[in-house]
């Protein structure tokens, strides 16, 4: 199966900074990518999609960068509530769907 | 809007009993993958299906069998259960292979 990769953390920072988490995949084929946001003992919920070079909502952007098969996760004026594990997907499956996870980047952030 | 359904919630089941985990999509959704989370763990893909048919298996043990129904709803049959196979267990639906897919709350399942 194709990897994708991320930096597991956890990453501590204080509110209002600025972080930015890595994910590498394996494998060019991937049409799209998608962040997920999981708190503990929850199921994943969507946080981006990523079809071309890049989506910004509010205070998160990502970027995609096909030359260097990496895509980023920006987070800007950190917030308590923003502590969670952001999951890194890519979508390899043409029309039948193949989602393959990465393991996920814990964030903590301290008041 | 609609989201995805799982059932049950939670599920207690002693050793080699079986189980049957329940996913309905969100509506006009074809596409239905299963997942299973163990404690600190990353989802570990087990099987998905695309229009009633598999369409990728993962990690799924021979103990486990799933498939997707006339109406897109997915079960997930897990037999001789074993302590290990306690976990969240969780599904998500998809509308075509390019979109977003969204996950359901998950069954909890508990083997003592």
């Known amino acids: 199966r194709k990897e994708v990769e991320q930096d597991p953390g956890p990453f501590n920072v204080p509110e209002g900074a600025t972080v930015a988490f890595n994910c590498t995949y394996s494998?060019?084929?991937?049409?799209?990518f998608f962040w997920y946001r999981q708190d503990c003992r929850k199921e994943p919920k969507l946080l981006m999609s990523v079809y071309s070079s890049g989506n910004e909502d509010g205070r998160f952007t990502a970027q995609l960068n096909r030359a260097s098969q990496y895509i980023s996760l920006l987070i800007r004026d950190s917030k308590l509530s923003d502590s969670a594990t952001y999951l890194c997907?890519?979508?390899?499956?043409?029309?039948?769907?193949?989602?393959?996870f990465g393991k996920g980047t814990k964030l903590s952030v301290k008041p | 809007a609609a989201g995805v359904i799982q059932s049950p919630r939670h599920l207690i089941k002693e050793k080699r009993e079986t189980a049957t985990l329940k996913c309905y999509p969100i509506p006009r959704h074809d596409t239905v993958y299963w997942y299973q989370q163990g404690p600190g763990q990353d989802p570990q893909f087990l099987i998905s299906f695309y229009e009633k048919m598999q369409s990728d298996k993962g990690s799924i043990p021979d103990r486990f069998s799933a498939q997707q129904f006339s109406d897109y709803h997915s079960e997930l049959n897990m037999s001789s259960l074993e302590l290990g196979d306690s976990a969240l267990y969780f599904c998500?639906?998809?509308?075509?292979?390019?979109?977003?897919?969204?996950f359901g709350q998950g069954t909890r399942l508990t083997v003592v």
């Open positions: 997907v890519g979508n390899y499956g043409g029309s039948q769907g193949n989602l393959i």
């Open positions: 998500a639906s998809q509308r075509g292979g390019y979109t977003e897919a969204f």
């Open positions: 494998n060019s084929a991937s049409q799209s």
